[in-house]
């Protein structure tokens, strides 16, 4: 239901930082018009459209959710931008092996069967290729319960510690496993979220939006965020 709310609403930027961050990692990533960068679980298109327009890369956008990917193809006919979307599932996905210099998932990890998500990206990725990855994290165990409410919520099948995604990465062969934590909150998101509606949106889906606000309040402090970036 949580993606659904994210989908239907059509909010870019659906990942802790925003554009905002997405633009400060990406300063110091080498970027150009020969590189080949796949945006996993691209939403609406906005790091896509992004790093078509700022860098002139060639980009590839694939989300699971057809709504999803009607949407991003939107923003790419309005902004004349040259980005291929493709829906697809980045546990298994019709893409050839070793072609992207960076992959990127931004809040996107989190919500697949990991392990195969992650071994799908090694395959993608060139050799000496880069993962970039936003994603949920908890500072500390919490009571099975509580953990329990928020992988309910969120449809996730675990809810990881920065170890324990580092491990995922070291268990698929990625290396200079790098980790950014940012002092900023979860909640704290300095680039406002812009909205693509659909026209017609489920009365529960204004709860979820509700309850997602809820539970950031609800688990501050303990529910985080970190970027990674490996090299394959
Ligand atoms: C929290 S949203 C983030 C969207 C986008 N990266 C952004 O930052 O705005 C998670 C996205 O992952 C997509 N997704 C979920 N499971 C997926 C899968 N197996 N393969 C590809 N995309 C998936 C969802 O449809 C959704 O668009």
């Given at each position: 239901m949580y993606l659904d709310f994210l989908s239907k609403f059509g909010v870019s930027g659906a990942h802790p930082g925003g554009i905002k961050l997405t633009k400060q990692?990406?300063?110091?990533?080498?970027?150009?018009?020969?590189?080949?960068?796949?945006?996993?679980?691209?939403?609406?298109?906005?790091?896509s459209a992004y790093l078509a327009a700022r860098y002139g890369a060639k980009v590839t956008g694939m989300d699971f959710n057809p709504i999803m990917v009607e949407k991003a193809k939107n923003?790419?006919?309005?902004?004349?931008?040259?980005?291929?979307?493709?829906?697809?599932?980045?546990?298994?996905c019709p893409l050839p092996d070793s072609k992207y210099d960076i992959i990127i998932a931004e809040s996107v990890l989190s919500f697949v069967n990991k392990p195969r998500a992650l071994k799908e990206i090694f395959r993608l990725l060139k050799y000496d290729g880069r993962l970039i990855?936003?994603?949920?994290?908890?500072?500390?165990?919490?009571?099975?319960?509580?953990?329990?409410e928020i992988k309910q919520f969120y449809g996730l099948d675990s809810i990881l510690m920065e170890k324990d995604w580092i491990t995922l990465f070291e268990q698929v062969d990625f290396k200079n496993i790098k980790t950014f934590l940012?002092?900023?909150?979860?909640?704290?998101?300095?680039?406002?979220?812009?909205?693509?509606?659909?026209?017609?949106?489920?009365?529960?889906?204004?709860?979820?939006?509700?309850?997602?606000?809820?539970l950031?309040?609800?688990?501050?402090?303990?529910?985080?965020?970190?970027?990674?970036?490996?090299t394959k």
């Open positions: 990692i990406f300063e110091n990533e080498r970027i150009n018009k020969f590189s080949h960068i796949l945006d996993v679980g691209c939403g609406t298109g906005q790091t923003r790419m006919t309005k902004y004349q931008l040259p980005v291929e979307i493709i829906q697809g599932s980045i546990e298994k990855a936003n994603e949920l994290t908890i500072n500390r165990r919490l009571g099975s319960n509580y953990e329990e940012r002092k900023q909150s979860i909640l704290q998101n300095d680039s406002l979220p812009e909205f693509q509606y659909s026209e017609y949106i489920e009365p529960e889906l204004y709860k979820i939006m509700q309850q997602h606000f809820n950031m309040v609800k688990y501050q402090g303990t529910l985080d965020y970190r970027v990674f970036i490996c």
